[in-house]
């Protein structure tokens, strides 16, 4: 015998106990007169009754006189399709809204790339997807709009390069995503971040430093990392965040270079150490060198990356003597030489080089990539 939905969840539609009683008179191979003239009453009433007329006291004692079904069950379906009628109601109306809310978030996030990248079944109902996004965010998702991971004034792209504004702020979002899972048992305090990027640039320099113990040493700092695949057309190499007081750099290995990687993460740490505590912003992006650095703050925090890594003393003593009248096809050679005698990573000093040279085809250069 069928039941209607009892357990407390809302079902996709409720069923009324004339469905029941449908499936009690084929079962028992009744006619709809026959059943009409167990329970004393007109065949004209039970067919309104079949057509979803609602159960009463006095219908229910019947149907148990005819059929010995006890009258209480009758009256429980009924209660629980009324229940049932004004959840999906309820619900419709939810789903409603959300459908709503979905189309405002698809005006400024790529939905379908955001719920696959976040595992969200795209066949839920649209308000159980926007529960799990709330929760992956701590905010209700409309409020994106008022946060910082939909703001792009830390940063100004090139007017060479095509931006794909959805994808960029669907990155941002899934950035400041994954920041939100990291918890460190020690806090982080300013000072940390040019502790941390003074070892990773030591480590480098005495080589074999990989993506895994520059990790290993952020987290030392209470530093969160992680790495989030980049977009399409979303020129990001990387990312810092201040979430709840902890730092946060989120790479995203557009660029497959080890030097590359190293600089990007010590640029964040600048932002972080110089920027991100003293109420300027919470939120810096480094779009490498295809974006401007017409803000000071981006041309800090480039410094603060640059003479870390390398005395800016030892730099400007190897620029205006070693390379000096070399012709372009010597340069390598002479960077080699140079890294030797100051006991400097060739490719730092090679891509520290091509950066401010802005020559990235230099001859006799090969990147290592990110290991």
């Known amino acids: 015998m069928e039941t209607s939905n009892m357990n407390g969840t809302i079902p996709f539609r409720a069923i009324h106990p004339s469905e029941i009683i449908k499936d009690e008179i084929k079962a028992r191979c009744m006619t709809q007169k026959e059943l009409a003239d167990r329970m004393g009453m007109q065949q004209s009433n039970l067919s309104r009754l079949l057509k979803g007329e609602n159960i009463t006291p006095l219908i229910a004692q019947k149907l148990e006189d005819a059929i010995d079904i006890p009258a209480d069950f009758w009256m429980r379906l009924q209660n629980q399709y009324d229940k049932d009628v004004k959840s999906i109601a309820a619900r419709d109306e939810r789903e409603k809204a959300a459908f709503n809310a979905e189309r405002m978030l698809a005006n400024m996030l790529n939905l379908p790339e955001l719920f696959k990248r976040l595992k969200i079944n795209p066949a839920l109902f649209i308000q159980d997807k926007l529960a799990k996004l709330q929760d992956a965010l701590g905010f209700y998702p409309l409020e994106i709009g008022q946060h910082a991971i939909a703001q792009q004034q830390c940063f100004k792209k090139s007017d060479k390069l095509i931006v794909d504004e959805k994808n960029q702020t669907t990155w941002l979002t899934l950035a400041y995503i994954e920041s939100r899972r990291h918890k460190f048992d020690k806090p982080f ?65 557009r660029s497959n270079d080890m030097s590359r990687l190293v600089f990007d993460v010590l640029h964040e740490l600048g932002h972080i150490e ?47 003597e070693g390379t000096r009248n070399l012709r372009m096809s010597n340069i390598a050679n002479c960077l080699k030489r140079l890294s030797k005698e100051y006991n400097l990573n060739f490719n730092i000093v ?22």
């Not at 990392?225 to 977009?231: R, T």
């Not at 090679?350 to 290991?371: M, N, P, T």
């Open 274 to 320: 110089l920027h991100m505590f003293n109420g300027t912003n919470s939120i810096f992006i480094n779009g490498g060198t295809e974006y401007s650095v017409d803000s000071p703050m981006e041309r800090e925090a480039n410094k603060f990356a640059q003479d870390i890594l390398i005395d800016p003393v030892v730099w400007n003593k190897m620029m205006s």
């Open 350 to 371: 090679a891509w520290r080089y091509k950066y401010e040279c802005s020559d990235y085809r230099l001859f006799g250069v090969k990147s290592v990539h990110i290991q």
């Open 189 to 253: 305090y300013v000072g940390c971040a040019k502790s941390a990027a003074i070892e990773i640039s030591k480590r480098v320099h005495e080589g074999g430093l990989n993506e895994a113990e520059i990790k290993g040493i952020l987290n030392n700092y209470s530093i969160a990392y992680s790495v989030v695949e980049k977009l399409e057309k979303t020129p990001i190499d990387a990312v810092s965040m201040n979430i709840d007081g902890m730092p946060s750099i989120i790479t995203t290995h």
